[in-house]
T-cell receptor, first 114, second 113 residues
């Protein structure tokens, strides 16, 4: 069965500092991987996705993520955080077969200090 | 292209009542999934529909049910509401099945009093 863990429940960074949010997954094959962002009271917006190919993927809002098969990880990074990046971030594993479903991690709450 | 539309956005119901939430997927999308989001439990998968058939179901009691219509619009129903059903209910649509990707609506905030 698929599973996703996000070890950090809450992270606080200063505006302008770099950011890395961790994500580890469990899946029997190379998964489809996603990062979503959620602002308070809103739905989830897709930041980026990995299906295959280049293990470093670029997304919207200056985010990138790197798929590392050996570590079963898909960490999200941003070189310089803006105050507007404060939100909840979710890593997800997608479905490759009819028996799977999109499974989300517990989320990491990001606070940005001016 | 319009996004995923969920109605209503906010709902207040009394314990014991039932409620129906609606989701209109992105045009052309045939897969619709429902999630319950609460502060304590995070995002939990409820069920997924594709071409009017339930393909996957999460670990929720039978009070939670859903359906999908021929135009891919979906509804979910919760009967005999409990206080613990208070949550943000999110609908996501996808281009195919399995759900390789999910596009979310803004959710319906259900409060049970």
């Amino acid at each position: 069965a698929q599973s996703v863990t996000q070890p950090d429940i809450h992270i606080t960074v200063s505006e302008g500092a770099s950011l890395e949010l961790r994500c580890n997954y469990s899946y029997g094959a190379t998964p489809y991987l996603f990062w979503y962002v959620q602002s308070p009271g809103q739905g989830l917006q897709l930041l980026l996705k990995y299906f295959s190919g280049d293990t470093l993927v670029q997304g919207i809002k200056g985010f990138e993520a790197e798929f590392k098969r050996s570590q079963s990880s898909f960490n999200l990074r941003k070189p310089s955080v803006h105050w507007s990046d404060a939100a909840e971030y979710f890593c997800a594993v997608g479905a490759k077969t009819s028996y799977d479903k999109v499974i989300f991690g517990p989320g990491t709450s990001l606070s940005v200090i001016p | 292209k319009a996004g995923v539309t969920q109605t209503p956005r906010y709902l207040i119901k009394t314990r014991g009542q039932q409620v129906t939430l609606s989701c209109s997927p992105i045009s052309g999308h045939r897969s619709v999934s429902w999630y319950q989001q609460t502060p304590g439990q995070g995002l939990q998968f409820l069920f997924e529909y594709f071409s009017e058939t339930q393909r996957n179901k999460g670990n929720f009691p039978g009070r939670f049910s859903g359906r999908q219509f021929s135009n891919s619009r979906s509804e979910m129903n919760v009967s005999t509401l409990e206080l613990g059903d208070s949550a943000l209910y999110l609908c996501a649509s996808g281009p195919g099945q399995p759900s390789t990707e999910a596009f979310f609506g803004q959710g319906t905030r259900l409060t049970v009093v």
